[in-house]
Structures are given as structure tokens and as C-alpha cells.
Nanobody
Framework: VQLQASGGGLVQAGGSLKLSCTAS????????MGWFRQAPGKEREFVAA????????LYADSVKGRFTISRDYASSTVSLEMNSLKPEDTAVYFC?????????????????WGRGTQVTVSS
């Protein structure tokens, strides 16, 4: 299983980035998907998740109102649009495929993970 994430980079505080992650249809079409992030010296934390059909989504309180998760069923791509970025958003961002049809805040409920993409927000 391959999950290919892209879109990370360096941006100034207040700026925007859009992350994308493509998974094979066989492994993601009936599954929720999510984004997590891990900053240096910190544990991996939940960012956002979306259900298999895009009908429901979850967000961490720290990103609610600034980040938007979406998915394109036809291309098996999940995206994370990040606006009003803050230095504390700096981390490696990972996409993942959930074990169920709905995403979750718990990383244990995801069984496929992509390589991370670095997001750095300068102050």
C-alpha cells in the first residue's frame, strides 16, 4: 500500500498551504482518512479526519476554523487546506487510512500511513 503525500513547504505565519495525499482505491475507497502531525520532541497528534464519502469530518481544536479536510473519491485523494498558519503548526504531517469507514482521532485506528511531508511556518 502506498500513500503519497505532497504539498509541504516553508511559509510565513498567516500564510496558507495545501497538502494532498493519494491512496490506492482498493485500500481507501470505503475507509475514512486522516491527517496527523508530529513536531520535534512531541508525540504524533491528530489534525483532521474525513469519512469514506466525505460526509463527515473531525478537527482538532487547535486547527478548527483554519484547516479544511476534503477528499476526491474518484482520485482517492484527501487534501488538507491550511490557512492562517502559525509557527506552532510546524511539524511533519502524515496522512493515513482508517480501519473503518469513519476517521478517528486515535492513530491506533489507522492501519496505513504515508511518509510525512514537512510543514514549516516562520514567524
Amino acid at each position: 500500500v502506498q500513500l503519497q503525500a505532497s504539498g509541504g513547504g516553508l511559509v510565513q505565519a498567516g500564510g496558507s498551504l495545501k497538502l494532498s495525499c493519494t491512496a490506492s482505491k482498493r485500500t481507501s475507497s470505503n475507509n475514512g482518512m486522516g491527517w496527523f502531525r508530529q513536531a520535534p520532541g512531541k508525540e504524533r497528534e491528530f489534525v483532521a479526519a474525513i469519512s469514506w464519502n466525505g460526509g463527515s469530518s473531525l478537527y482538532a481544536d487547535s486547527v478548527k476554523g483554519r484547516f479544511t479536510i476534503s477528499r476526491d473519491y474518484a482520485s482517492s485523494t484527501v487534501s488538507l487546506e491550511m490557512n492562517s498558519l502559525k509557527p506552532e503548526d510546524t511539524a511533519v504531517y502524515f496522512c493515513a487510512v482508517a480501519r473503518s469507514a469513519y476517521g478517528s482521532v486515535s492513530p491506533e485506528l489507522y492501519n496505513y500511513w504515508g511518509r510525512g511531508t514537512q510543514v514549516t511556518v516562520s514567524s
